[in-house]
T-cell receptor, first 116, second 109 residues
C-alpha cells in the first residue's frame, strides 16, 4: 500500500510569504497528525484530525498556522505569514485508530521548510 | 513537566557489535512507549510499542525494555549492521505524544 505522502519535500521561502504543506495519509486512515521538528529540538505535536474534524490542536504555535482536512482525505498546513522561527521539518502521520495499534503510526518523509 | 530524555545523544559502533540506547521519561499519565527508527531524509518508522504491563518486547535484532516504576526504557540492538545507522527516537504517549530528541547511531565497518 502507498505510504503517507508529503509535498513539497523542501521549501525555501522569504519571511512574510505564505507556504502550504500537503499531506496525503494512507487511504482509510481516519487519524491524521501534524508534527514539527525545529532544528536541534525534539519533534513536537501540532494537531490531530479525526476525519475532517480537528480533535486536538493544542500544539499549534499561533494563529499564523492553519490546518485543514476537507473531506477527511488529504490535509494542508498553511503558514501565513512565515517567520524565521517556523523553519524546521514538518511531519505528517496517519493511523487507523488513535491508539496506533501494533504497527504504530505511519509517518511521511516530512517537508523541510526554510524561511529566510 | 512532561519530558522524554534520551541518551547518548550520538553513538558510533563497529559493525557486529551490540549497543543500548536509553530513554527516561516524566510523562504522566502514561499510555504507551514506542521506539522509532528514522533514516536520514525519511519519516520515523515504528520498531516496538510497549504498554504499562510489558517489560520486554523484541523485534528481530531490536529488544526494548520498560521499567514503568522508574520510568525508563532501553533499546538494545544486537549484532549491529551498517543499515542500523539512523536516529532512534523514543516516543511516550500520555495525553498527547511526547518525543525525545533521539540518539544518532552510526555503525562503521
Amino acid at each position: 500500500e502507498a505510504g503517507v505522502t508529503q509535498f513539497p519535500s523542501h521549501s525555501v521561502i522569504e519571511k512574510g510569504q505564505t507556504v502550504t504543506l500537503r499531506c496525503d495519509p494512507i487511504s482509510g486512515h481516519d487519524n491524521l497528525y501534524w508534527y514539527r521538528r525545529v532544528m536541534g529540538k525534539e519533534i513536537k505535536f501540532l494537531l490531530h484530525f479525526v476525519k475532517e474534524s480537528k480533535q486536538d490542536e493544542s500544539g499549534m504555535p499561533n494563529n499564523r498556522f492553519l490546518a485543514e482536512r476537507t473531506g477527511g482525505t488529504y490535509s494542508t498546513l498553511k503558514v501565513q505569514p512565515a517567520e524565521l522561527e517556523d523553519s524546521g521539518v514538518y511531519f505528517c502521520a496517519s493511523s487507523q485508530d488513535h491508539g496506533g495499534g501494533s504497527y504504530g503510526y505511519t509517518f511521511g518523509s516530512g517537508t523541510r521548510l526554510t524561511v529566510v | 513537566k512532561n519530558q522524554v530524555e534520551q541518551s547518548p545523544q550520538s553513538l558510533i559502533i563497529l559493525e557486529g557489535k551490540n549497543c543500548t540506547l536509553q530513554c527516561n521519561y516524566t510523562v504522566s499519565p502514561f499510555s504507551n512507549l514506542r521506539w522509532y527508527k528514522q533514516d536520514t531524509g525519511r519519516g520515523p518508522v515504528s520498531l516496538t510499542i510497549m504498554t504499562f504491563s510489558e517489560n520486554t518486547k523484541s523485534n528481530g535484532r531490536y529488544t526494548a525494555t520498560l521499567d514503568a516504576d522508574t520510568k525508563q526504557s532501553s533499546l538494545h540492538i544486537t549484532a549491529s549492521q551498517l543499515s542500523d545507522s539512523a536516529s532512534y527516537i523514543c516516543v511516550v504517549r500520555g495525553n498527547q505524544f511526547y518525543f525525545g530528541t533521539g540518539t544518532s547511531l552510526t555503525v562503521i565497518p
